[in-house]
């Protein structure tokens, strides 16, 4: 997915933000970084961790968990809390929401301006600045439908 939506641009950014906060732009970061960037699976992880290992052996999973907490700290990945499920990784950094699978799981982006737009309420507005809007979706995916297995 990365090299269709980001390409080498968020690469370079990704060197850019290691570079500027002092950190050491280490195989270990650059394999989880590019594995979360190529995936559009929203994986956790434990799943990131077992990709990884394959091509860094000798990573583990705190590593893993640190570096993860990291580039969500500094922006580059966000993250997705579905009830009842692991904490999962979004690669993507643009503005979007997500349609939530009730029955496997699947994660999938979208971006809408008419969501972005929507008037809040003014009762929301009184709470605070808002900063981020993010409308999760759920429900069953079209590969789950056509499970005869209902």
Known sequence: MSNTRTGQARMDVFRETCKSRGYRLTPQRMEVFREIDESDDHPSADIIFERVR???PSISLDTVYRILYWLEEVGLVGRVQIAGDR???DGNSADH???VCSKCGAIRDFASAEVDEVQLPDEVQSWGRIDVRHLQI???CLDCLGDTDD
């Open 54 to 56: 394959n091509r860094v």
């Open 87 to 89: 904490l999962r990784f």
């Open 97 to 99: 929401h997500h349609f």
């Open 138 to 140: 759920r429900g069953v």
